[in-house]
């Protein structure tokens, strides 16, 4: 089992400053590269400042100079957001910086939000179509001289500058949902990150499942990796109520989640008020002990153990999604426990 950090800068109000975040996002960073961790993944959203990250590839830049080992994911480029020639050369170039430790996460994009602002207000639903043309053509960018006449993006021969480290091209991962684009990531070679939000562990052996159905119907292909994202905390065990903070923080970022996902409301030089509890009466996966049972949210012992079930489920990687709202200092707490208590029963 591999271990990786999933994170972003966060930020709630104008108190903390985006330059304090930054130190913030480097120092955990270093703390799971010293863990062992394989990997540290940051994604791209625009406009939003829960979530601040608008090219994930200056941040992972700034992140190769101030690390050795750890490997540096985009996770996950918005396909609808890139022209290929851009993605591939911008890719590639992080590759050459972090002396080839690249990993190329790739998305269709979620948020009609953003869609409304980066794609002329194209449907998010839409960006699929996007996803698996470029992918293809990203590729081909970084073997050589290729011209591309898709049904999206047209344009003479052209080649990726730089060409990457890593060879025949850095490892590429989808995030999938639907069993359509797990085929489609296994068909293409490409790695799978998957995440079950909210739901409980059921949906990740559902996910599995559909991951194993694309191998299967992809025998020719090498098996990819399979990794699995979740929101992390975890808590001393002298602490029996220390789940609570972290599920109470989770509900706010699902909700704030919701409130941008929802679309309705414009939200105010970048921030937007979470959804109010009262809108999720009925829905129990909001309430605070169903967090408690869904999101990686216990002390060490226990975080072994569901780990140890993901392994067993054939689950290569497991992200530590540690944005969650909550402090610098509790991310750092948390994440101190996971290395020194969880990551040592895996080795």
């Known amino acids: 089992m591999k271990f990786s950090l999933f994170v972003h800068m966060e930020r709630w109000d104008e108190t903390v400053s985006h330059s304090e975040l930054f130190e913030n996002l480097t120092e955990l960073t270093l703390m799971a590269e010293a863990g062992g961790f394989s990997t540290v993944w940051i994604g791209e959203h625009h406009s939003m400042e829960y979530t601040v990250s608008p090219n994930p590839m200056p941040q992972l830049a700034y992140l190769a100079a101030r690390t ?8 996950t480029v918005i396909a609808p957001f890139w022209n290929p020639i851009r993605a591939a050369g911008e890719c590639a170039l992080l590759d050459v910086i972090s002396g080839g430790r690249a990993e190329i996460g790739l998305a269709r994009g979620a948020y009609q939000f953003e869609f ?4 002329g207000g ?7 179509e996007h996803l698996r043309e470029l992918v293809p053509a990203m590729r081909k960018l970084w073997a050589g001289d290729y011209a591309h006449d898709g049904k999206i993006w047209q344009f003479p021969t052209s080649t990726s500058v730089p060409k990457p480290v890593q060879q025949p091209d850095p490892p590429v991962w989808i995030a999938a949902r639907d069993p359509e684009s797990h085929k489609f990531a296994v068909a293409n070679g490409c790695n799978v990150m998957v995440t079950p939000l909210m739901k409980g562990d059921e949906e990740v052996v559902a996910l599995r499942d559909k991951f194993d159905a694309a191998c299967a119907a992809n025998p020719d292909v090498p098996r990819p990796q399979l990794m699995v994202l979740r929101h992390t905390h975890v808590h001393p065990a002298d602490q029996p109520e220390g789940w609570r903070p972290a599920a109470e923080a989770i509900s706010r970022f699902y909700r704030t989640f919701d409130a941008w996902f929802g679309n309705k409301t414009t939200p105010k030089n970048g921030f937007l008020e979470p959804s109010p509890e009262e809108k999720f009466a009925e829905r129990p996966e909001f309430e605070l002990d169903s967090l408690h049972r869904t999101a990686m949210i216990g002390t060490p012992e226990e975080v072994v153990a569901r780990i140890r079930a993901y392994q067993e489920l054939g689950v290569d990687e497991y ?3 540690i944005d969650n709202s909550m402090s610098h200092e509790e991310k750092k707490a948390s994440l101190a426990l996971f290395v020194d208590e969880v990551v040592p029963a895996f080795r």
């Open 116 to 119: 409304d602002r980066m794609a």
């Open 68 to 75: 050795s080992t750890i490997r540096l994911g985009a996770g």
């Open 122 to 128: 194209m449907p998010a639903s839409d960006g699929g």
């Open 319 to 321: 992200s530590f999604w």
